[in-house]
């Protein structure tokens, strides 16, 4: 299983960026994936998550109504919209998976696939 994550940068503060991730290697649609981010100093913060087992789609209270979760499964890929960027947003983010029948996890360690991340630069 490989996820790739594309499309960090740097933007201004209120401005927009999509993360994709694409996906390798699962033989179904069926996994849940999620996006978390670590910047420096900081501990790891679940950003969102789609949950395989109830079809949900789940968002940290930071960055809840500025960042929007999709995926399309014609092309093995999920994307990650945010808008209205924050200079507390700044942080490698990285795409992560669990296939099959699974739940966003609490712990962050339960997510067995990791991409390599992608830096958000968020500043004036």
């Known amino acids: 299983v490989q996820l790739v994550e594309s499309g960090g940068g740097l933007v201004q503060p209120g401005g927009s960026l999509t993360l994709s991730c694409a996906t390798s290697?699962?033989?179904?649609?069926?996994?849940?994936i999620g996006w978390i981010r670590q910047a420096p100093g900081k501990e790891r913060e679940g950003v969102s998550c789609?949950?395989?087992?109830?079809?949900?789609?789940y968002y940290a209270d930071s960055v809840k109504g500025r960042f929007t979760f999709s995926r399309d499964n014609t092309k093995n890929t999920a994307y990650l919209q945010m808008n209205n960027l924050k200079p507390e947003d700044t942080a490698i983010y990285y795409c992560?998976?669990?296939?099959?029948?699974?739940?966003?996890?609490?712990?962050?360690?339960?997510?067995?696939?990791w991409g390599q991340g992608t830096q958000v630069t968020v500043s004036s």
């Open positions: 290697g699962i033989t179904s649609h069926y996994y849940t």
């Open positions: 992560t998976a669990i296939p099959g029948d699974s739940y966003c996890p609490d712990d962050l360690d339960e997510y067995t696939h």
């Open positions: 789609f949950e395989s087992s109830d079809g949900g789609t």
